[in-house]
């Protein structure tokens, strides 16, 4: 007995010794953060880990710690705002380029389509923006896939990655080839990504077939024990007839994310489900508390992964292991920009845009500038389908960035409008088409319709990636405002007789300055008709003034802006300078109210400089934002006084002021400030605003006693205006409940209440 004691203490220990464990990560969308903190508790804790199975977001976390990066890494990575933009589709910030950023439309749903030369059409959507995830995942994975060799068993820690081919129906397990193009198609989540081609297939979401990979972690590397954490289980054991309706909308994510089968961990293994209650596959945002949801739930069962895992790794030597796999690493130098799916024209363009000419030879490139040049080429919508992968070349030792055209997104269908308590709802339908080929061709036509505002707009924008790139916009607008059907659901208001068409049509030049300003030039002819009356007693046997300005307007606009929301902003800043030139002829032909009987055509020339600035600061829940606005000009008094209050420049801070004639917030010189400050209710999606304004007209317009304008030179005078309400940040667009004030006689309080983006063009004398 003495003689066979020592044999079985060794026996043990060599079992101990060789013991291997395998980490199965699932699927859950948001809900997988939580892994990071479960991957934390087991390295703090010595448990080893030495293979890694993952689905979705399962295979995310699981990839970065098998490609070296140590849980603290991982967690601060998901707790950037980085991280945020990635997976709601912004760009990071000092990438967000202003050179495509064209005027904003009220457009609140875009359906991408694949037109051909035979005009074929393809249905090419996806919810979600991923051209931000893309360059990402590859410029993180880069040095891992390098040293693997695209052998997932050279990393850091052997890793399978799962993924779904939809059309055979069948799991794929993710081995060999580019890791993040691995871990970029096990979270391709059908309808919300576009997927992507590996090995010339197109790959979806792991979790379409195999969301809690147990079963490949066994066929893959026999462990002896299996640690399993699960972020999604079965929502309802038996159907849920009461609430059916209400959950329909959710069926995708229960058919792609909700397929975990606990039993499948086997009682040699440990099986970890922290406790999500309340939290949604979509709830990103809260990454912190995912996180420590996964820490306190492993080191509930510490004193079972520690019973089942007879053997330890340390701390510190897991550290020295990374340390030493990174260390073979060499530093992301982009030496080659290649192309998949480009013709040699198109090729050259985008080398153009990446500062690297002709198609033969390149022009090595850091990190940085690669990614400045993909941003710059993805913030036109044209490219935001190309896929990014940075590639390493082991017989060269060098790496390249290539380029993949996906199926491109050539015809775009944009539908939106607003619903408001006034009668200033409207539709809206843009649509938009692309050929590309030596050069990038945009052809837009948009429209609203709706009893307050009615506008067409057509335009050609054509893109030249030489002469340091321009680009040249050939423009017709055309709108009609109708003040006279005033209504309102929710209080009575006294209508404006006024009634607006105008027309431009022109031709734009842009080019850029630096990497985030825009310089415009500005060529255009316009025709304006105003037909109003001078009195507020109008009667149908009345007539209206007519008042018609025909010219042209030159000048320039300089804009830079990465504000975050096309209205209602709560982050970001905006310059905006201007200076035109305006030349035209006045037409007027009066009518029963005006105490001026005989028509009258004269010429003007006028300049006018316009400068605004809006920033918001970043301190948490509490965001405090400015506004300020310059207008300096020496445009001309027209025939009366109503005629030229209409037609001069006009300050507009609030959500409807453009709905109405605020006859004390327009002079042909004026400065103006206000705060405006956003209280985060949610991230992302509940804000409460409290805005304030003062403005100084410098030259202030009264209505003289024959009905024409004249000059206040009085310092003294000042306006207020002011706006307090909710808005909700839905898919539709804003939904804003607010109480609006100005300092104006005819509207000085009101309630408004509106669904979607309250944006209309601007009017032909505005910038």
């Known amino acids: 007995m003495r003689i066979l004691f020592p044999f079985f203490i060794w026996l043990l220990t060599v079992t101990a010794y060789g013991q291997k464990v395998a980490l199965v990560l699932s699927g859950g969308g948001a809900k997988g953060i939580a892994h990071v903190g479960v991957i934390k508790a087991l390295e703090e804790h010595n448990i080893p880990i030495d293979y890694i199975v993952g689905t979705s977001m399962g295979g995310i976390v699981g990839g970065c710690y098998a490609a070296g990066m140590s849980p603290l890494q991982i967690e601060e990575m998901m707790l950037s705002d980085d991280f945020l933009r990635w997976v709601t589709g912004l760009p990071e910030k000092g990438f967000n380029f202003h050179y495509y950023n064209d005027d904003i439309s009220p457009g609140f749903l875009r359906v991408d389509l694949s037109l051909d030369s035979t ?22 994975m880069a040095v891992a896939s390098a040293l693997s060799r695209n052998n997932f068993d050279n990393l850091f820690v052997p890793l399978r990655v799962m993924a779904a ?7 794929v397990v993710l081995k060999h080839g580019s890791l993040s193009d691995a871990l970029r198609a096990t979270q391709t989540v059908p309808f919300f990504y576009t997927p992507i081609r590996i090995d010339n297939k197109y790959l979806f979401d792991g979790g379409v077939y195999n969301n809690f990979p147990v079963d490949v972690a066994v066929q893959e590397f026999e462990p002896d024990v299996l640690i399993g954490s699960n972020v999604s289980s079965k929502i309802f054991k038996e159907y849920p007839y009461n609430d059916d309706d209400k959950l ?10 909700d397929k975990s089968d606990p039993s499948a961990i086997p009682d040699s293994g440990v099986y970890i489900q922290p406790n999500l209650e309340g939290y949604t596959s979509f709830d990103f945002a809260r990454a912190k508390a995912l996180i420590d949801s996964g820490y306190v ?18 701390r510190t ?3 020295q292991r990374r340390e030493a796999f990174l260390s073979k690493g060499v530093p992301v130098t982009i030496e080659e920009l290649t192309f998949k799916n480009f013709s040699a024209n198109q090729r050259k363009y985008i080398r153009r845009i990446f500062n690297v000419k002709g198609d033969d030879g390149y022009k090595p490139m850091s990190l940085h500038e690669a990614k400045q040049g993909y941003f710059k080429l993805i913030t036109e919508p044209y490219f935001g389908n190309v896929h990014p992968s940075i590639r390493y070349d082991s017989i060269r030792s060098t790496f390249q960035l290539q380029l993949t055209q996906r199926p491109q997104k050539n015809f775009q269908v944009d539908f939106g ?24 061709t945009h052809f837009f036509v948009g429209a609203q319709t709706g009893s307050f505002y009615k506008s067409l707009m057509a335009n050609t924008r054509i893109d030249f990636p030489f002469l340091g790139r321009f680009y040249i916009q050939p423009e017709v607008v055309m709108s009609e405002y109708d003040f006279v059907e005033g209504t309102d659901l929710i209080q009575k208001i006294t209508p404006t007789v006024l009634s607006r068409f105008d ?4 031709v734009r030049l842009g080019w850029p300055i630096g990497n985030t300003i825009k310089a415009t030039a500005v060529f255009n002819g316009f025709t304006n008709k105003d037909r109003y009356s001078n009195t507020k007693a109008f009667n149908s046997l009345d007539t209206l003034d007519d008042l018609g300005l025909r010219g042209f307007k030159t000048g320039f606009i300089i804009t830079t802006s990465n504000l975050d929301r096309k209205q209602y902003a709560s982050a970001g800043k905006s310059i905006s300078v201007s200076a035109f030139h305006f030349s035209a002829r006045e037409n007027y032909i009066p009518g029963t109210t005006s105490v001026n009987t005989t028509p009258l055509a004269r010429n003007h020339q006028w300049f006018r400089v316009r400068a605004t600035m809006e920033q918001y600061f970043n301190r948490g829940a509490f965001r405090p934002g400015f506004y300020a606005e310059a207008v300096f000009s020496n445009q001309p008094f027209f025939r009366n006084y109503f005629g030229t209050i209409i037609n001069t420049p006009g300050f507009m801070p609030l959500q409807d002021s453009r709905t109405l004639i605020l006859e004390n917030f327009r002079s042909p010189n004026y400065l103006t400030v206000g705060a405006r400050n956003v209280i985060v209710i949610r991230p992302r999606t509940l804000d409460l605003r409290l805005e304030s304004y003062v403005f100084k007209p410098l030259a202030y317009i009264q209505q003289g006693a024959n009905q024409e304008a004249i000059k206040n030179g009085d310092l003294t005078t000042f306006f207020f205006a002011g706006t307090a309400g909710l808005v909700y940040h839905s ?23 509106h669904v979607g983006f309250l944006l209309f063009n601007k009017h032909t004398l505005e910038d």
Do not use: C
């Open 119 to 140: 005009l074929s059409v393809q249905f090419n959507t996806s919810i979600a923006n991923d051209a931000s995830l893309n360059f990402a995942l590859t410029e993180k």
């Open 165 to 171: 081919d939809v059309f055979s129906q069948a799991q």
């Open 248 to 257: 329909i909308h959710r069926s995708l994510m229960y058919m792609l994310l």
């Open 297 to 314: 739930q492993t080191l509930r069962q510490l004193d079972e992964l520690k019973t089942k895992t007879a053997r330890s790794a340390n």
């Open 317 to 319: 030597t897991v550290q």
């Open 417 to 440: 409008g607003v619903m408001a308590t006034r009668n200033i709802s409207n539709l809206y339908l843009g649509l938009d088409y692309y050929f590309f080929k030596n050069s990038l």
């Open 503 to 506: 027309r431009k049509a022109g």
């Open 731 to 753: 898919p539709i667009g804003p939904l804003s409940l607010s109480a609006n004030y100005y300092d104006d006689d005819e509207n000085r309080f009101g309630v408004l209440f």
